[in-house]
């Protein structure tokens, strides 16, 4: 008896081919008459391959993920013994793996794709922070636009639906697409299952945003991402995504290197509370003095990107404001500009402003500088910042306290600070951080002697 | 006018409008040197209108001027450092350099302002008045302001209803014949502007703008009949500025020869010489007196050059009054 | 509570504030021996005399002048400009002058004067009698413009508005001159830049100002029959906007209708669509429409009239098509 083929089938009007997803059975096992063998994927579903004879799977002749046109053969079912005739089809040759007709999955915020996808801003934005792609969403506005309801009738299909009491839908899902879903960092709990029997297959996941956008655990450490007891995942905020992303960026392309120096704020402070109206704290100073200096270091007032090196001579200075989405980076701009009052005032506005969340695009534009301040925790002696591309420098800020400090031969207890500046060393020279310091000092005489 | 004013009097005169000259020469040269930008309207030989209104007002009583107001200023007792410091737009200026040239402004001494818009400093003068009557002062107003202006709608507003409710008030033309470059004939059908107040029932006096005691006589006049009740006067003062209408006119407008007729009838001139002739000044006095103004001007340019710009937050500051910020 | 109309709590609103504080006084065209064209101000000249409630000749420039310079003097004035269409005559020494005074003079002055016209169509006035001044009046920084819809507020905002210790402009609106309202006994001067949600609903916000505002509050029944809730925002305050109260509307509903009786260009409209684009885009679900008088004038013939003005079919057309877009 001949072996029995198996052709790909003809699943729409107008599908020229399927995509082989799975094989459910190997060479060598036993199928029984209409028993699944593989899964085949059309534009539109999943479907399983039945087949229609019994006995042994001879051979696969496609290996999966492969587009294969209709009709074509493979696989080949017999029995023990039989001739293998591994020969692909002449007259059918196997589809060459063309991209699949869907839209690729856009990177997070749905940039390409998205971009032909209208949706109303607050669809967007929901979107965004759930990590969605909007090309998986229908849009029910007008063209197809997606609007809110649209977006929050797909997370809300995604979830357990509310009201059942603590009892999650159970989770039907193949070990080979479970075992995908952890190598991808998914949550199978997240997607929308469209398995004949409700269960999800590989092509489910594949409908989720840009796997970079999750986090992928170490397959070997994960649990069973399905069944999340005591784990909870987080899904990353837009705003911490791209914090993520250019952070890490700095460290790799700019060689940092750090200068650390200590001053002594004790006369300054007292300096500080003669000043009339409402007084600057000293945040506000060190915010003044360094915008001050940096007029005078312009090496480190400067961007460096696409290897070109731009010095500045207005200083537009970000200060890290640490909020729960991340830590965002407002600027005030022609920072050397102001007076000390002028600036405490300035930069108090813009970071209630940044908390309460009504920053304006203008306000986290054309930094040239960046301080970032940990002094508010007292265990914080000092630290290193990542610079924030393309700046070329920053100030990391420790907590001001009381120190032993030489001076003339003698040990005094002083308010000191320790300020550590890091440098690009592709544009930044020690000596340009070494400056740096001398001038604060002198700036910071200055200020204390009355000027 | 025969009315002789004591000897300090004619000398705190005379020296205020040294002050007023060489001040306005010394702003023709920092406009040259770009200290200040803009531009600037001299009053240089129109010095005796502002000396002799001035004396002839009290503490209490209010000014509006036109944007050529560096004199009226001065002559109200503006210190030069302010006006220099204004000029230049530092901080210390009247203003805190938020007006510049020509809004020169000083409560404390009843300058409530000088005013870019010609004739508009009219009505706000009469609403000066408004309040002194309402309030029974017994305060006067006064308002300076250009032939041309007597030309706009708010001149003659202001007149009339000044005239409608016999207010407080001094209406003061200082006609040198050119409403910026256009000589007075070919924009007013009357010569005398004097005329003018026939229409709105009140006195109207011509008067020699650069003879400072005959500026003064006929305010003093005007003062008296406001204070007293007696409601408002247009005065007309007939005076020449020796320079352009503002900075970069050269005033190719003139005929031969009127500036130098002019010049003949320098204000500072006719009281020195009647100083002199009554044996009250000397020429050494004289030059003293110049000498040390210029020395005055001098260092209150000096002193405005050091003098730091406002802070940027200025930019927002007094848009409007905000309780918390007193 | 009082019942009273919307003229009679102007002319309570002058009374008491010259009752109470001598440096008010208060001129205008036939403002005193009249009591006004609109009979707003009659008993005012009888009860506090000539010195104080005067008769001016029409001198828009010298009514305005004199505002400023007796409030820069010690008096508080309020000053009567007949009809806001002819804000244009005095524009020199409003835009110019008050506005710019305490600022060019670096904060020697205080301005504490107001100033109040009529303003509005849809009573045939023809068209140099019928316009709205906002929109000429938001250019300049330094005056502050409220917009009273209804008696209560038309009292609250002129005491306000008089105790403000800045230049002021009232807008009153003709066509509300007879409108009746019981005005709570205990009302005084109300602080300017709060606007009030006057109808609460979850679809859509409708941000509009007296004549409009009661036109959308008839619109907002309308719709709810139809099972959409519009929540209805009074601006009252022109200068300063309660951007907060617009914000927080457009979050809660996601869609925005601006309703202006004006034309469409340089109209305040744009100034809410453009908080609406800016601070509050992530919170739109649809376009933002506005609703306004396009690029008509408003003709005398009264069916034209009636079509140049937003009415509440129009409203509500504009709030079907935010809410399908």
């Known amino acids: ?451 | 006018m025969n009315n002789e004013l004591a000897t300090q009097t004619r000398q705190d005169m005379l020296r205020r409008m040294i002050e007023i000259r060489i001040t306005e020469e010394q702003i023709q040269e920092l406009f040259l040197q770009n200290l200040i930008r803009g531009t600037t309207h001299l009053c240089i030989g129109q010095e005796a209108c502002s000396i002799g209104v001035a004396w002839a007002l009290q503490k209490g009583d209010t000014v509006t001027c036109t944007y050529r107001g560096h004199g009226h200023a001065l002559a109200l007792g503006m210190p030069i450092k302010d006006m220099m410091a204004e000029m230049m737009g530092k901080e210390s200026g009247c203003c805190k350099g938020k007006g510049g040239s020509m809004h020169m402004t000083d409560a404390s001494i009843g300058l409530l302002g000088a005013n870019a818009i010609v004739g508009a400093q009219i009505p706000i003068a009469v609403g000066a008045a408004l309040t002194s009557q309402v309030k029974k002062q017994g305060a006067v107003a006064v308002s300076f302001f250009g032939e041309g202006a007597t030309n706009i709608g708010a001149f003659h507003e202001s007149l009339n209803l000044a005239a409608i409710w016999k207010l407080p008030i001094i209406f003061c033309c200082e006609n040198n014949l050119y409403g910026e470059y256009s000589a007075q004939h070919r924009t007013t059908p009357v010569t005398d502007i004097a005329l003018r107040a026939e229409s709105y029932a009140m006195p109207g006096v011509v008067v020699d703008g650069q003879d400072v005691e005959a500026v003064y006589a006929a305010a003093k006049e005007a003062v008296d009949r406001a204070r007293n009740g007696g409601g408002p006067t247009l005065l007309e003062f007939k005076t020449y500025r020796y320079r352009g209408h503002s900075r970069t006119d050269t005033g190719p407008y003139r005929p031969e020869g009127e500036l130098e007729r002019w010049l003949e009838r320098d204000p500072i001139t006719i009281l020195k010489d009647k100083m002199i002739s009554d044996g009250q000044l000397d020429r050494s006095e004289f030059q003293e007196m110049n000498q040390a103004t210029e020395r005055l001007v001098h260092s209150a340019i000096e002193w405005a050059k050091e003098e730091p710009f406002p802070p940027l937050e200025a930019l927002y500051a007094d848009v409007y009054y905000e309780e918390e910020t007193i | 509570m009082t019942e009273m109309t919307y003229r009679e709590a102007v002319c309570k609103a002058l009374a008491d504030e010259l009752r109470s504080d001598p440096d008010v006084i208060f001129f205008g065209e036939d403002v005193a021996e009249a009591g006004g064209v609109f009979k707003v101000t009659p008993g005012l000249y009888e009860e506090f005399g000539p010195d104080r409630v005067r008769d001016t000749p029409i001198s828009e420039q010298a009514i305005t002048g004199a505002a400023l310079g007796s409030a820069i003097t010690g008096l508080r004035p309020v000053v009567e400009l007949m009809f806001a269409d002819f804000v244009p005559v005095a524009m020199d020494q409003i835009v110019n002058q008050i506005a710019k005074y305490r600022y060019m003079s670096g904060g020697q002055f205080v301005v504490p004067l107001t100033i109040r016209s009529a303003q509005g169509g849809g009573n045939g006035f023809g068209t140099q009698h019928s316009q709205c001044a906002e929109s000429w009046l938001m250019t300049a920084p330094g005056i502050k413009v409220v917009v009273p819809g209804t008696p209560t507020d038309a009292y609250g905002l002129l005491r306000g508005a008089i105790r403000e210790n800045n230049p002021v402009y009232v807008l009153e609106h003709k066509g509300l001159y007879n409108l009746k309202e019981d005005v709570p006994d205990d009302t005084g001067p109300m602080e300017l830049g709060k606007a009030i949600v006057r109808r609460e609903g979850k679809d859509v916000t409708i941000v509009a100002t007296q004549l409009m505002m009661h036109r959308s509050l008839e619109a907002a029944v309308k719709l709810a029959l139809d099972g959409i809730e519009a929540e209805v925002i009074d601006l009252r305050s022109m200068v300063p906007l309660d951007k907060e109260t617009i914000l927080n509307s457009i979050a809660k509903t996601n869609h925005l209708v601006v309703v202006e009786e004006s034309p469409h260009s340089a109209g305040w409209g744009g100034d809410i669509v453009s908080l609406a684009a800016d601070a509050g885009i992530y919170w739109l679900d649809a376009p933002v429409k506005r609703v306004n008088m396009g690029q008509a004038l408003i003709a005398y013939s009264p069916p034209l009239e009636d079509a140049a003005l937003p009415n509440v079919d129009r409203i509500m057309a504009a709030v079907a098509e935010v809410l399908s877009s």
């Open chain 1, 1 to 451: 008896m001949m072996p029995t083929d198996i052709v790909m089938p003809n699943l729409g009007f107008d599908t020229q081919e399927g995509k082989l997803v799975e094989w459910l059975k190997q060479p060598g096992d036993s199928v029984a008459r209409g028993e699944a063998i593989a899964v085949i994927e059309s534009d539109k579903a999943n479907v399983e391959l039945e087949s229609v004879a019994e006995g042994l799977l001879l051979e696969q002749l496609y290996p999966e993920g492969t587009d294969v046109s209709v009709g074509a053969v493979i696989a080949r079912i017999g029995r023990e013994g039989d001739q293998v005739v591994s020969v692909a089809n002449a007259s059918l040759p196997a589809a060459s793996t063309r991209p699949v007709s869907k839209p690729s999955p856009p990177s997070a915020a749905g940039h390409a794709a998205a971009g032909k996808v209208e949706a109303s801003p607050i669809a967007r934005r929901l979107a965004a922070e759930h990590g969605l792609d909007l090309a998986a969403i229908q849009g029910s506005g007008p063209k197809g636009r997606i609007k809110r309801a649209d977006v929050e009738g797909y997370i809300s299909n995604r979830q357990p639906a509310a009201g059942q009491t603590g009892r999650r839908r159970p989770l039907l899902a193949l070990p080979k697409v479970r075992k995908a879903a952890r190598e991808a960092g998914i949550n199978l709990a997240l997607v929308s299952p469209t398995g004949s029997r409700g269960e999800i297959t590989l092509a489910d996941l594949a409908t989720l945003p840009a796997l970079s956008v999750l986090p992928r655990p170490d397959p070997a450490v994960a649990p069973d991402l399905a069944v999340p007891v005591g784990v909870q995942e987080v899904a990353l905020s837009r705003t911490r995504q791209v914090i993520g992303r250019r952070l890490g960026a700095s460290k790799r392309d700019a060689p940092h290197f750090y200068v650390t120096g200590e001053f002594d704020l004790e006369t300054a402070l007292l300096r500080l509370r003669t000043l009339p109206g409402p007084q600057p704290r000293v945040n506000d100073l060190i915010q003044f003095l360094t915008a001050q200096t940096l007029r005078q270091v312009p090496a480190l007032n400067a961007t460096f990107a696409n290897d070109i090196l731009l010095v500045y001579d207005t200083v537009n200075l970000a200060v890290a404001v640490a909020r729960e989405d991340g830590l965002i980076t407002p600027v005030i701009h022609k920072a050397d500009r102001y007076s000390l009052t002028g600036l405490a005032a300035e930069s108090r506005e813009i970071i209630e402003r940044t908390r309460i969340n009504r920053l304006l695009a203008d306000d986290l534009s054309d930094a040239t500088f960046t301080i970032s301040n940990l002094g508010v925790i007292r265990q914080v002696d000092h630290f290193t910042a990542v610079i924030n591309p393309p700046q070329v420098a920053i100030l990391a800020v420790g907590t001001v306290r009381q120190r032993p400090i030489v001076i003339d031969n003698g040990l005094f207890i002083r308010h000191t600070v320790h300020l550590t500046l890091s440098g690009d060393h592709r544009v930044v020279d020690g000596m340009h951080l070494g400056q740096f310091m001398a001038t604060f000092q002198e700036k910071l005489d200055r200020f204390t002697q009355g000027q």
